[in-house]
């Protein structure tokens, strides 16, 4: 027979150690909701966190990726100064996509950062940043081009063995190239020649780029900078300003570049040729509808002559 004493501890343990259990169960409750609510997180919630972390990678390809994507997110601010912070990564490559994305973006919030990264001491970035800067519409990006065509603004650094390494990358020429959209091979259409002769010239790509950059400025004296450019002692440069003019479409230009289909470089004289075509055409298409403008108007004026002439006519015939 169990004592009264020894009944009132045992009952005693008994509700401290459902106490206990029902303590535990309440806790592990909260923890399993805690995880269900972490495992709830939304898609949405996931994706940026994967931006966020991929723009902070160590390694330079996974940098690249996250921040080229960004390009997909206009008017999300916080991709923007994703995008604006990468501009000053310690990696040309993340540069490049960064400069690129902003544009692509539309991003005009980002135009005084491109402004700052057009003096980058890597050309291609002064290039992604100024084909951004043209994409939202500011001037300063044409004014890069313009300064690497007419050589007032010089290379600060060697290019040639950062595209030389494009080059020997296909899925890189594919990235840069096509993807990014800035001309990043303003060569590559001109075939191997053209890549052998990059090796001897730094500037030369860099100034080929600015000269196809600029077939969309009216400007006038880039009309006058681009003629002089058929000149210039590099080939590269020379066959790029011609195809420039012939897609500017601007007639005037025609007798600029006659002489360059006798250059010594085959690609030149063939860019020429097909240039000189292309000019004559657009000059007998606005010469026909300058002639079709002036036979409107003659025909208009001699119709209000022949209805001053009426009342005349019929005064004379009562």
């Known amino acids: 027979m169990i004592a009264p004493q020894t009944r009132r501890m045992t009952s005693r343990r008994s509700r401290l150690g459902s106490l206990l259990s029902g303590t535990v169960y309440a806790a592990l409750l909260a923890l399993v909701a805690g995880a269900g609510a972490a495992s709830a997180e939304t898609p949405e919630q996931r994706a940026s966190d994967m931006l966020r972390s991929g723009v902070s990678q160590k390694n330079t390809g996974k940098r690249v990726q996250a921040v080229r994507a960004l390009r997909l997110l206009p008017g999300n601010a916080e991709a923007t100064e994703m995008a604006e912070a990468a501009l000053h990564d310690r990696k040309p490559e993340v540069r490049i996509a960064a400069g690129t994305a902003l544009g692509l973006m539309g991003a005009k919030e980002a135009i005084p950062a491109l402004k700052i990264a057009t003096s980058d001491k890597k050309p291609a970035v002064v290039l992604a940043a100024a084909h951004s800067l043209e994409l939202l519409s500011d001037p300063a990006g044409d004014e890069v081009y313009y300064e690497l065509l007419t050589g007032e603004r010089k290379p600060a650094e060697g290019l040639i063995a950062q595209q ?155």
């Open 164 to 318: 030389m390494d494009t080059l020997k990358d296909k899925k890189k020429i594919a990235e840069l190239g096509f993807e990014e959209g800035i001309g990043f091979l303003p060569y590559a259409d001109m075939g191997f020649s053209a890549v052998k002769a990059i090796r001897k010239d730094n500037a030369s790509p860099v100034r080929a780029s600015a000269a196809r950059a600029l077939i969309k400025d009216s400007d006038p004296r880039v009309g006058r900078a681009l003629v002089q450019a058929t000149s210039d002692k590099n080939w590269i440069v020379r066959a790029s300003a011609i195809l420039a003019i012939a897609k500017r479409e601007d007639p005037d230009l025609l007798t600029a570049i006659i002489p360059a289909m006798s250059d010594k470089n085959q690609v030149v004289r063939f860019t020429a040729a097909a240039a000189v075509i292309r000019l004559t055409t657009v000059a007998a298409r606005n010469q026909d509808m300058q002639n079709k403008d002036m036979k409107d108007a003659s025909h208009l004026l001699g119709s209000k002559s022949t209805d001053r002439n009426l009342p005349i006519q019929a005064a004379s015939m009562r």
